[in-house]
Each structure stands twice: as structure tokens, then as C-alpha cells.
């Protein structure tokens, strides 16, 4: 069972190289998720790079520490606290993002 009220980030490491975003449209993001699973906890590690075309905008290293009780399935416990801490790092990526744009 999944106990997502105690999800807790643990550290996020943001590296800019503080080019400014012209056009928001050419922005991608691509987000890799990575796991382990230690004790009763599960620790997840995003690595997110965004860029606009072929130039890098910022990369992003976040660690989340969540809580487990008793499991079945390990893959389908996983894809559950990706889903529901994936949203938390999208929201850190907007606002990244949201600093890096051009003032129109």
C-alpha cells in the first residue's frame, strides 16, 4: 500500500545555462524517472532536460522520498507513486520555465 501523504523531496538540483526562452512553442521537456527501493521507503530520482530546439535551457535533478507498506506488484507500485509524484516535478518544471522567458 501506498502512503502518498508523506512524500517528501528530498533535494533539487537545477543546472541553467541561463539562455532565455524566445519562443515557448520550440520548448520540450523530457523527464527519465529511476528508482530504488530501500527499507520501508522508495526513493525517486527525475532527471529532466528541457530544451528550445537544440539548445539546452536548464536540466533538473529532483529526489523524492516515499513511504511504503506492504506490496504485490513492485512495477505497478512504482508506475502508481510515478504518477502521482510526476505531476509535483511537472510544476517545478513550469516554473523554471516560467523564469527563463523572454519578457515580451
Do not use: H
Not at 517528501?8 to 524566445?22: A, P, Q
Amino acid at each position: 500500500m501506498i502512503n502518498s501523504n508523506n512524500t517528501t523531496l528530498l533535494n533539487v538540483k537545477l543546472n541553467s545555462t541561463e539562455k532565455k526562452i524566445t519562443n515557448i512553442e520550440d520548448v520540450n521537456c523530457i523527464m527519465s524517472v529511476s528508482y530504488r527501493i530501500k527499507d520501508d521507503k522508495v526513493m525517486l530520482w527525475f532527471q529532466t532536460s528541457c530544451k528550445e530546439g537544440n539548445d539546452v535551457i536548464f536540466e533538473m535533478e529532483c529526489e523524492y522520498k516515499c513511504p511504503i507498506e506492504e506490496y504485490d506488484d513492485e512495477k505497478e507500485m512504482i508506475m502508481n507513486l510515478v504518477s502521482n509524484v510526476s505531476p509535483k516535478v511537472e510544476e517545478l518544471v513550469a516554473l523554471f520555465t516560467s523564469q527563463m522567458l523572454v519578457d515580451a
